[in-house]
C-alpha cells in the first residue's frame, strides 16, 4: 500500500512540468472535435512515431514484447467458448419470440461504434447495453445487471458484430453537448484522497509507467470492449472505469449511471475513427 502511495506520489509530481497544458484542456465550452485534437497533440509527443490507428493497443503500444505475445494470444484466443456462450445468450428467444438482433439496425452489425448515443426522446443517454436491456423489457424480458453475467458475455459476442467499424459517436445539440461536457468534466475532475483525475495517469501522465504498467492513452480505449483480463475475467468498459476509480480510492459510480454513461460518452467520442474489436486479451 504505502509503496503504491509512494509511486502515485511520484507520478504526481511529474504532473507539475505539464501543468501548463491544463488550462487549455480544463472543460470549459464543450467542443468536441478540438478536444480531440488536442489529445492527439499531447500523445503525438508522448509516442512519437506511433501511428494513432495503433492506440487501441493501449499500453501495448509501448512494448513491442508485450505486443508480440497479445499477437500471439489473439491468434487462437483462450476465451472463445466464452464469445460463444455470448452468442447463445444473444440468439436466445424472447419472451414474445423475438430476438435481440431485431432491435437493432442491420441486426446489430456496424452499430456498436455508433453508442453512447442520444435516446429516441432526445434527452438522455443511451449506451449499447442499456439499448439490450430496452429491447429485452420491450420483449417482457427482465433487463439484466448492466455489466457482469449475462450482460457481459451478450456483448462479448455483440459488440463483435462490429468489429472493424470505425468509431462513430455522435455529439450533436444541446442536450448531447451537455452530457459530453458532463463527462468530460468527470475525466478531468481530481477524486479520492491522491487527488487523482482521469487525465492525471491517462492524458498528462500516458506512455509512463505506473509501478509496473505503462499508462495507455485515453484514445483508443473505448474501442475493444469487454476485455478479457489475464485471458479469462471478463471486464467491461465501465467495470474498467470502477476499477481505475477504486484504485485511487474513490467510490465508483454505479455502472448504467448517469455519471458512468456521460464519462462514456466524451471517452468513446475521443476514439472516433479507430476501429473496433471486441473481446481482445488484456493483462
Ligand atoms: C493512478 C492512475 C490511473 C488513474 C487515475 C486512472 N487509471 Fe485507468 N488505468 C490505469 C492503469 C495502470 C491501467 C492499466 C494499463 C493501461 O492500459 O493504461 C488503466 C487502464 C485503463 C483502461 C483500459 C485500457 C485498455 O486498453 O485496456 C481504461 C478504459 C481506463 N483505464 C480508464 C480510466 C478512466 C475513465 C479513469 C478515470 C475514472 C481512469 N482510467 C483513471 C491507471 C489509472
Redesign the pocket.
Same mark, same amino acid.
Given at each position: 500500500m504505502e509503496s503504491r502511495r509512494r509511486s $502515485?506520489q511520484a !507520478?504526481s509530481g511529474l504532473l507539475l512540468a505539464l501543468a501548463l497544458l491544463a488550462p487549455a484542456l480544463e472543460p470549459a465550452h464543450a467542443d468536441p472535435e478540438a478536444d480531440r485534437q488536442q489529445f492527439l497533440a499531447v500523445y503525438a509527443e508522448r509516442f512519437p512515431g506511433i501511428p494513432v490507428r495503433d492506440y487501441v &493497443?493501449?499500453?501495448l503500444i509501448a512494448s513491442p514484447d508485450a505486443r508480440a505475445q497479445y499477437e500471439q494470444i489473439m491468434d487462437f484466443p483462450p476465451f472463445l467458448t466464452e464469445v460463444d456462450r455470448g452468442r447463445a445468450l444473444w440468439e436466445m428467444p424472447l419472451a414474445d419470440d423475438s430476438h435481440l438482433a431485431d432491435c437493432f439496425p442491420n441486426a446489430a452489425r456496424g452499430q456498436a461504434g455508433r453508442y453512447p448515443r442520444l435516446d429516441a426522446d432526445g434527452a438522455s443517454l443511451m449506451t449499447f447495453e442499456m439499448a439490450i436491456n430496452r429491447c429485452r423489457e420491450r420483449a417482457g424480458n427482465v433487463p439484466w445487471p448492466y455489466a457482469t453475467g449475462p450482460m457481459a458475455l451478450a456483448t462479448a459476442y455483440a459488440r463483435g458484430l462490429s468489429d472493424a467499424m470505425l468509431m462513430d459517436v455522435s455529439v450533436q445539440g444541446t442536450a448531447a453537448l451537455a452530457h459530453y461536457e458532463r463527462g468530460k468534466a $468527470?475525466?478531468f475532475r481530481r +477524486?479520492g484522497p491522491?487527488n487523482?483525475?482521469?487525465a =492525471?495517469?491517462?492524458l498528462q501522465?500516458a506512455g509512463r509507467i %505506473? /509501478?509496473t504498467? *505503462? %499508462? =495507455?492513452p !485515453?484514445i483508443?480505449?473505448?474501442t475493444?470492449w469487454p476485455?478479457f483480463r489475464g485471458g479469462e475475467t471478463l471486464t467491461t468498459?465501465q467495470g @474498467? &472505469?470502477r @476499477?481505475? +476509480?477504486e484504485? *485511487?480510492r474513490?467510490v465508483p459510480f454505479a455502472p448504467g449511471s448517469e455519471e458512468m454513461n456521460d %464519462?462514456e460518452y466524451f471517452?468513446s467520442y475521443l476514439s472516433n475513427g479507430l476501429p473496433l474489436q471486441a473481446s481482445v486479451f /488484456?493483462?
Open positions: $502515485l !507520478a &493497443y493501449g499500453a $468527470l475525466f +477524486m491522491l487523482f483525475a482521469c =492525471s495517469c491517462h501522465n %505506473l /509501478r504498467e *505503462i %499508462l =495507455s !485515453a483508443g480505449q473505448a475493444h476485455v468498459l @474498467r &472505469y @476499477r481505475c +476509480m484504485q *485511487i474513490v %464519462l471517452h /488484456r493483462k
